[in-house]
Structures are given as structure tokens and as C-alpha cells.
């Protein structure tokens, strides 16, 4: 019995699955391969049935996002680790190999994150989870190979196998049990951090997450939601906020709230000398958001909240101010 089930999130990307699909059928014998649609209104579950007949097809019943139509679909999953992989997302011969193998050798490892490489540009790193990600004091995300925008060119810096605190939802491999145990996702994120949110919470329950670059894969990005979409921009700043109020240490919380509501503000403003006023009212958007739900999340709150979730105090200082654009 194949004790990985790889899991393909899909709405409305039959052209994605008919340019990728095929990549993973192809190299990966030792799972069970499925794809989860959310209420696709276009031919892509016909696609599916006629072209790739080996590949399971789990329907919800609409468009539930990203967190919850993963959470809804894996009810019905039961082998051992899931591989959730993004629709835009090519991988290549052997990928899976190294990555059952650290599952296999290594019980306390939950989470895990092959190397992410730019589909479109294949020597350097993608955006989505590069080579493993982390967050500074602040709880900005960052990646090994890519902060903010500067993104590194892959010269095997990043081969190494190592702990990280997230791992990118665009190919995110998580133990079945341990997925099951944390709840799954948090379905009110929608789309956007809830894979950090879920390592956070692993995080915090002693659980590891590791970066594994023995494994690669290909990934487009933005094939669902442009960068430049102003909702995008406000399920991000919303979401961060969310994930800070449930995760934080108690004596971290308010103070680094406060620092961060507060450089909203000034992205708010940068957005507004830029003329993007479209995602300044994303950002107060957010921010009613996270106040009108405050007490939801804080209730959310669990009982162990660790104080060494950083390496970096200020990835944002770091950047702008001393120009540190590459990991260290």
C-alpha cells in the first residue's frame, strides 16, 4: 500500500493541469495521486476522468479556498503523509524519494519543504518558499533565497537538509496524524500564511519542520492571484495579523501588534505616494477585519506559545536599512 497521497487543489485550472499534471503523474509511482475540486465551473473534472484516469478526484461541494477545501478534501484521504501541491507546480524525477525517506528516518519531523525554483526562470529561487521560510520578531515572512523581493540565483547554497519554521503551501508535505491533531488549516484565513499559521501551531506544539534540497520542484506563482491584485494584498495584511494574534507569546503580543499596525500604516501610505490607492484600502480593509474578529482569534489562542520563534529581530531593518539581501 503507497503510504503518500499527493493532493492537488484545484478551481477552475484545467490549462494549469493539462500543462502540469502530467509531470506529476509521471514521476510519482509511490503515491496516490488526487485531485481536489473546489466546485470548478469549467471541464476540468472531464479533463481529469478522460486523460489521467489513474488520478482520484475528491469534489467539494463549491469553492471553499484554499484552507478549507484542503481541510474538506482530506477527510477522505487516509494514507500516511499528504503532499499538498499547488496546480502550478512541476516536479521532477525522484522528487519524492528523499522526502518519504526523512518521514521514514525521522518521527519527530511533522512538516517538510522541497526546494522551490522559479518555473520561469529555472536557476533561481521562487517567491513561495524558496529554500524554507522564517519570520523575524515582527513576524515577517522570509525565505532563504528570497526576501522581499530580492530573490537568489540557485548555486546549491540551499541543498542542505535543516530545520525551518514554515514551509510553503505551494508544495507542503505534513504527516497525516499531525495535520488531523492541529485541526488542519484555519478555514477563516481563506487563502494566504495559513500554512505558516498551521507551522506556527506545530511550532508551539514541539513539533519540526525541515527544508529538504535534495527534492526539487518548479513553481509559476501567482497563477490564481496576482501580486498585484489588491485582494490579495488584503488577505495578507489581514491574515498576518490573525496568525500574530494567535500564536505570539503572551508578554509579545501587544507590543509587537502595535509595531506592525503601525507599519501597515506607513505601507499604506508608500502605496498612496504610489498611486495604488486600490491597496491602501486593502490594508484599512485588513485592519477592520482583524478588529471586528479580535476576540474570535484570541480566543483561538492555545495554551504553549514560544518565545525563540525568530532568528532575526527586524528582517525589515535588516533590508532596507543595512542592505542585508540575502540570507545569513
Keep these: 500500500m503507497k503510504k503518500t497521497a499527493i493532493v492537488i487543489l484545484n478551481w477552475n485550472g484545467q490549462k494549469l493541469l493539462e500543462?502540469?499534471?502530467?509531470?506529476?503523474?509521471?514521476?510519482?509511482?509511490?503515491a496516490n495521486i488526487y485531485v481536489a475540486d473546489n466546485a470548478s465551473s469549467d471541464t476540468s473534472v472531464d479533463f481529469?476522468?478522460?486523460?489521467?484516469?489513474?488520478?482520484?478526484?475528491i469534489q467539494n461541494t463549491e469553492n471553499f479556498g484554499f484552507a478549507k477545501g484542503y481541510n474538506q478534501a482530506l477527510r477522505f484521504v487516509e494514507e500516511e503523509y499528504y503532499a499538498l501541491v499547488n496546480s502550478d507546480i512541476e516536479v521532477t524525477e525522484n522528487w519524492l524519494t528523499p522526502i518519504i525517506e526523512l518521514f521514514d528516518q525521522e518521527p519527530e519531523t511533522a512538516i517538510l519543504q522541497p526546494?522551490?525554483?522559479?518555473?520561469?526562470?529555472?536557476?533561481?529561487?521562487?517567491?513561495?518558499?524558496?529554500?524554507?521560510?522564517?519570520?523575524?520578531?515582527?513576524?515577517?515572512p522570509f525565505c532563504r533565497g528570497r526576501i522581499f523581493q530580492t530573490l537568489e540565483k540557485d548555486n546549491g547554497q540551499y541543498d542542505d537538509t535543516t530545520d525551518i519554521f514554515w514551509a510553503s503551501g505551494a508544495c507542503f508535505f505534513i504527516?497525516?496524524?499531525?495535520?488531523?491533531?492541529?485541526?488542519?488549516?484555519?478555514e477563516d484565513f481563506f487563502?494566504?500564511?495559513?500554512?505558516?499559521?498551521?507551522?506556527?501551531?506545530?511550532?508551539?506544539?514541539?513539533?519540526?519542520?525541515?527544508?529538504?534540497?535534495k527534492s526539487t520542484v518548479y513553481h509559476v506563482g501567482g497563477a490564481t492571484l496576482k501580486e498585484t491584485n489588491p485582494h490579495k494584498t488584503f488577505l495578507n495584511f489581514r491574515n498576518s495579523l490573525w496568525m500574530m494574534l494567535k500564536n505570539l507569546p503572551r508578554k509579545r503580543l501587544f507590543p509587537v501588534l502595535f509595531i506592525r499596525l503601525s507599519q501597515d500604516g506607513l505601507a499604506?501610505?508608500?502605496f498612496v505616494l504610489e498611486g495604488k490607492f486600490a491597496h491602501t484600502w486593502a490594508i484599512l480593509r485588513s485592519h477592520f477585519s482583524f478588529y471586528l474578529n479580535l476576540f474570535k482569534f484570541l480566543n483561538k489562542r492555545e495554551s504553549n506559545q514560544y518565545d525563540n520563534y525568530y532568528k532575526i529581530k527586524s528582517i525589515t531593518y535588516r533590508y532596507f536599512v543595512k542592505k542585508g539581501k540575502v540570507f545569513e
Design 191 to 213: 487563502a494566504h500564511q495559513e500554512e505558516i499559521d498551521l507551522c506556527w501551531r506545530a511550532f508551539n506544539q514541539g513539533l519540526k519542520v525541515k527544508y529538504c534540497g
Design 19 to 30: 500543462e502540469f499534471l502530467p509531470s506529476v503523474v509521471r514521476f510519482s509511482s509511490e
Design 48 to 57: 481529469i476522468k478522460k486523460t489521467f484516469p489513474s488520478v482520484k478526484i
Design 175 to 186: 504527516r497525516k496524524e499531525v495535520y488531523r491533531k492541529l485541526g488542519g488549516f484555519d
Design 115 to 140: 526546494k522551490i525554483l522559479d518555473y520561469k526562470n529555472k536557476q533561481w529561487f521562487e517567491y513561495a518558499g524558496a529554500g524554507g521560510g522564517f519570520i523575524d520578531q515582527y513576524a515577517f
Design 268 to 270: 499604506g501610505i508608500k
